[in-house]
Protein backbone atom coordinates (compact mmCIF):
# COMPACT_ATOMS: atom_id res chain seq x y z
CA UNK A 1 0.00 0.00 0.00
CA UNK A 2 1.34 3.29 -0.80
CA UNK A 3 1.39 6.45 1.06
CA UNK A 4 -1.13 8.11 -0.36
CA UNK A 5 -3.48 5.20 0.25
CA UNK A 6 -2.42 4.76 3.51
CA UNK A 7 -3.23 8.67 4.39
CA UNK A 8 -6.67 8.17 2.70
CA UNK A 9 -7.73 5.12 4.26
CA UNK A 10 -5.84 6.51 8.20
CA UNK A 11 -8.17 9.85 7.21
CA UNK A 12 -11.26 8.04 6.34
CA UNK A 13 -11.29 5.47 9.45
CA UNK A 14 -10.05 8.05 11.99
CA UNK A 15 -12.76 10.58 11.05
CA UNK A 16 -15.79 7.74 10.98
CA UNK A 17 -14.41 6.66 14.65
CA UNK A 18 -14.21 10.41 16.06
CA UNK A 19 -17.46 10.93 14.44
CA UNK A 20 -19.19 7.97 15.54
CA UNK A 21 -17.50 7.62 19.12
CA UNK A 22 -17.10 11.19 19.92
CA UNK A 23 -18.92 13.93 17.66
CA UNK A 24 -22.36 12.17 17.80
CA UNK A 25 -22.49 11.11 21.69
CA UNK A 26 -21.28 14.73 22.05
CA UNK A 27 -23.89 15.83 20.27
CA UNK A 28 -26.47 14.33 21.46
CA UNK A 29 -25.80 15.11 25.47
CA UNK A 30 -25.68 18.17 24.03
CA UNK A 31 -28.87 18.39 22.61
CA UNK A 32 -30.47 16.02 25.11
CA UNK A 33 -29.24 18.98 28.42
CA UNK A 34 -29.81 21.44 26.28
CA UNK A 35 -26.62 23.40 26.73
CA UNK A 36 -26.54 27.11 25.80
CA UNK A 37 -24.82 30.22 26.76
CA UNK A 38 -21.92 32.59 26.28
CA UNK A 39 -19.85 30.34 28.45
CA UNK A 40 -21.04 27.22 26.69
CA UNK A 41 -19.45 29.15 23.47
CA UNK A 42 -16.27 29.91 25.01
CA UNK A 43 -15.46 26.51 25.93
CA UNK A 44 -15.87 25.32 22.41
CA UNK A 45 -13.51 28.33 20.99
CA UNK A 46 -10.81 27.64 23.81
CA UNK A 47 -10.66 23.71 22.93
CA UNK A 48 -12.02 23.74 19.40
CA UNK A 49 -9.10 26.73 18.05
CA UNK A 50 -6.43 24.90 19.22
CA UNK A 51 -7.20 21.75 18.24
CA UNK A 52 -8.29 22.84 15.02
CA UNK A 53 -4.93 24.88 14.85
CA UNK A 54 -2.44 22.29 15.61
CA UNK A 55 -4.58 19.54 13.34
CA UNK A 56 -4.12 22.33 9.94
CA UNK A 57 -0.34 22.99 10.87
CA UNK A 58 -0.53 18.82 11.12
CA UNK A 59 -1.39 18.58 7.67
CA UNK A 60 0.10 21.44 6.70
CA UNK A 61 3.83 19.51 7.83
CA UNK A 62 2.70 16.30 6.58
CA UNK A 63 2.01 17.92 2.48
CA UNK A 64 5.58 18.83 2.57
CA UNK A 65 6.87 14.43 2.61
CA UNK A 66 4.86 13.90 -0.39
CA UNK A 67 5.98 14.50 -4.19
CA UNK A 68 4.23 16.76 -6.38
CA UNK A 69 1.99 14.21 -8.50
CA UNK A 70 0.69 13.05 -4.96
CA UNK A 71 0.66 17.01 -3.65
CA UNK A 72 -1.87 17.38 -7.52
CA UNK A 73 -4.04 13.96 -6.22
CA UNK A 74 -4.60 15.20 -2.58
CA UNK A 75 -5.55 18.98 -3.97
CA UNK A 76 -7.79 17.93 -6.97
CA UNK A 77 -9.29 15.36 -3.77
CA UNK A 78 -9.79 18.75 -1.45
CA UNK A 79 -11.21 21.09 -4.27
CA UNK A 80 -13.64 18.21 -4.62
CA UNK A 81 -14.73 17.31 -1.58
CA UNK A 82 -15.29 21.26 -1.13
CA UNK A 83 -17.58 21.39 -3.89
CA UNK A 84 -20.20 18.04 -2.54
CA UNK A 85 -20.11 19.07 0.84
CA UNK A 86 -20.88 23.43 -0.32
CA UNK A 87 -23.85 21.63 -2.65
CA UNK A 88 -24.95 19.41 0.35
CA UNK A 89 -25.48 22.12 2.39
CA UNK A 90 -26.50 23.98 -0.19
CA UNK A 91 -29.19 21.85 -0.56
CA UNK A 92 -29.49 21.29 3.21
CA UNK A 93 -30.93 24.88 3.51
CA UNK A 94 -32.89 24.70 -0.17
CA UNK A 95 -34.61 21.79 0.84
CA UNK A 96 -35.41 22.56 4.33
CA UNK A 97 -37.03 26.12 2.96
CA UNK A 98 -39.15 23.94 0.43
CA UNK A 99 -39.92 21.37 2.62
CA UNK A 100 -41.12 23.20 5.46
CA UNK A 101 -41.83 27.12 3.75
CA UNK A 102 -40.58 30.23 4.20
CA UNK A 103 -42.99 30.82 7.22
CA UNK A 104 -42.13 27.46 9.04
CA UNK A 105 -39.32 27.18 12.00
CA UNK A 106 -36.87 24.12 12.53
CA UNK A 107 -35.36 23.29 15.50
CA UNK A 108 -32.00 24.66 16.24
CA UNK A 109 -30.48 21.08 16.27
CA UNK A 110 -30.81 20.68 12.61
CA UNK A 111 -28.01 23.11 12.08
CA UNK A 112 -25.05 21.37 13.56
CA UNK A 113 -26.27 18.77 12.07
CA UNK A 114 -26.28 19.45 9.21
CA UNK A 115 -22.39 21.21 9.39
CA UNK A 116 -21.29 18.02 11.56
CA UNK A 117 -22.46 15.37 9.16
CA UNK A 118 -21.43 17.53 5.86
CA UNK A 119 -17.63 18.06 7.33
CA UNK A 120 -17.87 13.79 8.02
CA UNK A 121 -19.28 13.69 3.96
CA UNK A 122 -16.97 16.08 2.65
CA UNK A 123 -13.92 13.75 4.57
CA UNK A 124 -15.42 10.66 3.13
CA UNK A 125 -16.00 11.80 -0.59
CA UNK A 126 -11.86 13.48 -0.03
CA UNK A 127 -10.69 10.09 1.12
CA UNK A 128 -12.62 8.19 -1.62
CA UNK A 129 -11.53 10.16 -4.66
CA UNK A 130 -7.73 9.78 -3.29
CA UNK A 131 -8.58 5.54 -3.05
CA UNK A 132 -10.21 5.67 -6.31
CA UNK A 133 -7.00 7.84 -7.90
CA UNK A 134 -4.57 4.83 -6.36
CA UNK A 135 -6.85 1.99 -7.37
CA UNK A 136 -6.73 3.54 -10.93
CA UNK A 137 -3.07 3.77 -11.10
CA UNK A 138 -2.72 0.57 -9.94
CA UNK A 139 -4.60 -0.91 -12.04
CA UNK A 140 -2.80 1.13 -14.87
CA UNK B 1 -7.21 24.18 -31.68
CA UNK B 2 -4.97 21.10 -31.63
CA UNK B 3 -4.20 19.45 -27.89
CA UNK B 4 -0.20 18.96 -27.71
CA UNK B 5 0.41 15.74 -26.04
CA UNK B 6 3.78 14.88 -23.91
CA UNK B 7 6.06 12.58 -24.98
CA UNK B 8 9.02 10.93 -23.29
CA UNK B 9 11.88 8.76 -23.40
CA UNK B 10 12.16 8.02 -19.93
CA UNK B 11 12.00 4.37 -20.57
CA UNK B 12 14.72 3.92 -23.45
CA UNK B 13 16.69 5.93 -21.46
CA UNK B 14 16.69 3.84 -18.23
CA UNK B 15 17.67 0.69 -20.22
CA UNK B 16 20.87 2.94 -21.58
CA UNK B 17 21.92 4.05 -18.40
CA UNK B 18 22.63 0.40 -17.22
CA UNK B 19 19.27 -0.98 -17.03
CA UNK B 20 18.03 1.91 -14.01
CA UNK B 21 14.92 1.07 -12.26
CA UNK B 22 11.89 2.69 -11.58
CA UNK B 23 12.89 3.22 -8.11
CA UNK B 24 16.69 4.02 -8.18
CA UNK B 25 15.66 6.63 -10.72
CA UNK B 26 12.41 7.93 -8.37
CA UNK B 27 15.15 7.92 -5.50
CA UNK B 28 17.77 9.66 -7.34
CA UNK B 29 15.07 13.02 -8.45
CA UNK B 30 13.00 12.71 -5.22
CA UNK B 31 9.64 11.35 -6.29
CA UNK B 32 7.98 8.12 -5.96
CA UNK B 33 8.55 4.89 -8.06
CA UNK B 34 4.30 5.92 -8.37
CA UNK B 35 5.16 9.03 -9.96
CA UNK B 36 7.84 7.60 -12.75
CA UNK B 37 5.15 4.90 -13.47
CA UNK B 38 2.75 7.98 -14.47
CA UNK B 39 5.33 10.14 -16.12
CA UNK B 40 6.69 7.33 -18.22
CA UNK B 41 3.56 6.32 -19.45
CA UNK B 42 2.79 9.83 -20.43
CA UNK B 43 -0.49 10.05 -17.66
CA UNK B 44 1.31 12.82 -15.54
CA UNK B 45 3.01 16.10 -17.06
CA UNK B 46 5.71 16.67 -15.01
CA UNK B 47 6.70 20.40 -13.47
CA UNK B 48 9.61 22.03 -15.30
CA UNK B 49 12.00 21.19 -11.92
CA UNK B 50 11.07 17.39 -11.83
CA UNK B 51 11.95 17.68 -15.66
CA UNK B 52 14.77 19.32 -15.58
CA UNK B 53 15.88 16.58 -12.72
CA UNK B 54 14.93 13.90 -14.52
CA UNK B 55 16.74 14.84 -17.74
CA UNK B 56 19.90 15.74 -15.49
CA UNK B 57 19.67 12.38 -13.84
CA UNK B 58 20.46 10.48 -17.52
CA UNK B 59 22.96 13.31 -18.37
CA UNK B 60 20.63 15.09 -21.04
CA UNK B 61 18.90 18.24 -22.07
CA UNK B 62 15.11 18.23 -21.01
CA UNK B 63 14.61 18.45 -24.77
CA UNK B 64 16.09 15.29 -25.16
CA UNK B 65 14.02 13.53 -22.70
CA UNK B 66 10.54 15.27 -23.11
CA UNK B 67 9.13 16.17 -26.45
CA UNK B 68 6.12 18.07 -27.76
CA UNK B 69 3.67 16.54 -29.81
CA UNK B 70 0.84 18.61 -31.56
Redesign the interface.
Known amino acids: M???KKKAWTELISCGIGFVLITIPLFLVMAHTNARGLEFVLIWVIFGVPTGLVMYLWEAKKLKQY????REIIQKAFSFSMMIMVLYLMGFSVAAFFLIGGGGSVPVVFMPLMFFTGMFLGQAVNSFIILMQCTK?DD? | MSKDQLTNNIRRLRFDAGEMTQQQLADKV???R??I???E?G??A??LP?AIKIARAFGKQVEEVFQLES
Request: charged share 35%.
Open positions: NRLDEREEE | GVTQTIATQRYPSL
